[in-house]
């Protein structure tokens, strides 16, 4: 049985994580910081081969890839001089599976 709260501010999560939820919103409202979480839903990807696949300079995607690490959406590893960036967990691709379902139902 579900137990009801006892008042309406029982349902509100902490200020402090609404603000932070919303933060993570907000980063997924770039068309390009869609398009670079997509392409790592695959595989692994360099800079360069990303801003190959998206036809971008490599500056226009270091620029988003770095709001996408402080985000914590994706992380990186390096190889010699070669950083290679990929989703940071599975959470990610739910929440783009989620909301393309949400768009395509």
């Not at 932070?20 to 980063?27: H, M």
């Amino acid at each position: 049985m579900i137990q009801e709260p006892t008042s309406n501010k029982d349902i509100m999560p902490d200020e402090e994580l609404l603000y932070d939820l919303a933060d993570l919103f907000k980063i997924f409202g770039d068309t390009t910081r869609i398009k670079i979480l997509y392409a790592l839903r695959a595989d692994e990807m360099c800079v360069s081969a990303i801003a190959e696949l998206l036809n971008m300079n490599q500056s226009a995607v270091s620029h988003q890839l770095k709001i996408l690490k402080q985000s914590k959406l994706i992380k990186f590893r390096r190889d010699g001089k070669t950083v290679f960036y990929s989703l940071a967990d599975n959470h990610v691709v739910t929440i783009i599976d989620q909301g393309m379902d949400h768009l395509t139902e």
